[in-house]
């Protein structure tokens, strides 16, 4: 016997909702129910059961255009999804679902979707955040599945009009450094008795490396004969928010940097001072696996360490704020202004050679010394 549930909303009113066996899922061979909620009152619930008993009675089973739920074919859609991308980057897309999509469709019959459904979502999520674009690129790819699936015979994303995000908020800081402000940074940090944040942040911004990057980094991967830098993996988020290791995404991202001597000299010294505090904390730092940035267990830092360093110390200071990958877009500046080419400077970010436009528009900057030096060559041609 189906049970019909009464449930609350976050505003406090009531609803109540019931699930139903429909037969056996085409798709699947497996068992299926669907559940229909939203009903005001238990006696528009008990009518809309009462309804769909019948034609499953009638039928045999419901037509499967009649019972799939945007939610199931997400699960149907996201089985196929798993296998074609890294874990950090199916736990980014299940959060995406999860907040954002599902609670708005999931419990909506896919096939009775419609135009204007999906126009006032977007709508909505254009007024709420600026990724509101990947949220509905998301949906889309479940209706696609869902159409070649024959689930729905029209896809109504196809027809809503996408909003478009305007820049009226004039200016924005510049998420890098001037050499100036770079060297007034580490003026700001003593080398003697905070050398782990100092070589941190130096290898940042003299090395061009991402955050996880840096964070993975073990002492193998450090050559001080050859002062260079190997980045061979990275950590970030996987399933559930535990840290996982991974490789870079492109074999342009495994790279070896090379290091100029003060960096490799820092690098040499916090080794000697981390090994001297793991050991008074019972750990052995001998092993060429060890962490060059660790925790007090010995793990893997908090990705959010660097964040709150960088904040306290700019907080401190008169520099404009800047975000960790900041260091990233200061270094690819500098190497910019000392006339490095553009295939060095993907070669040392790790851009692949179709990420030019990237090294280019996201990751150089023009300065104000660079402004200053076109004035005078400008000058001396005119003159």
């Known amino acids: 016997m189906t049970n019909i549930y009464k449930y609350t909303l976050k505003n406090g009113s009531t609803r ?5 066996y429909t037969g056996v899922n085409p ?22 059961l009462s309804r769909l008993q019948l034609e499953i009675e009638t039928k045999g089973s419901l ?83 869902a159409l070649k699936r024959g689930l729905i015979d029209k896809d109504p994303t196809k027809f809503v009009t996408v909003p478009k ?32 944040k100092y070589t941190m942040f130096r290898t940042l911004a003299y090395s061009g490396v991402r955050k996880g990057e840096l964070l993975a980094l073990t002492w193998s991967d450090i050559n001080f004969s050859k002062n260079t830098l190997r980045v061979n993996k990275t950590i970030t988020q996987g399933i559930g928010g535990k840290t996982i290791v991974q490789a870079p995404k492109s ?8 290091l100029d001597p003060i960096t490799i000299n820092t690098l040499r010294r916090w080794k000697l001072t981390q090994k001297t505090k793991l ?35 700019i907080e401190h200071s008169n520099l404009h704020h800047i975000s960790v990958h900041g260091f990233r877009h200061t270094h690819a500046s500098m190497l910019y202004q000392a006339g490095v080419g553009l295939k060095e400077t ?10 030019s436009s990237t090294t280019l528009d996201v990751y150089t900057h023009t300065t104000k010394e660079q402004n200053i030096e076109a004035l005078n060559k400008f000058e001396r041609f005119i003159n």
């Open 63 to 145: 037509d499967i255009k009649q019972k799939m739920l945007f939610a199931d074919v997400y699960t149907e859609w996201h089985d196929q999804y798993i296998n074609t991308v890294r874990e950090s980057t199916d736990e980014k897309t299940r959060r995406i679902f999860k907040v954002h999509i599902l609670p708005a469709l999931g419990n909506f019959i896919i096939s009775k979707i419609t135009i204007n459904q999906c126009q006032r979502l977007v709508n909505q999520w254009y007024q709420e955040a600026k990724s509101f674009k990947k949220w509905f690129n998301y949906t889309a790819m479940i209706f696609d599945f």
């Open 165 to 196: 995000l305007i820049d009226d908020s004039g200016d924005k800081p510049a998420n890098f450094w001037t050499r100036q402000e770079l060297q007034t940074f580490f003026s700001l940090i003593n080398p003697n008795t905070d050398l782990e």
């Open 16 to 20: 109540y909702k019931f699930q139903a």
């Open 27 to 48: 798709l699947t061979g497996k068992q299926s129910t669907t559940t229909r909620s939203g009903f005001k009152t238990k006696k528009e619930a008990t009518i809309a």
């Open 279 to 313: 050991l008074e904390l019972g750990f052995n730092a001998n092993s060429n696996k060890q962490l060059v940035f660790s925790s007090n267990t010995n793990h893997f830092k908090s990705m959010n360490t660097p964040t709150k360093w960088l904040n306290n110390i």
């Open 346 to 355: 993907q070669a040392r970010l790790g851009h692949s050679r179709s990420d």
């Open 251 to 258: 074999r342009a991202g495994r790279r070896t940097i090379e």
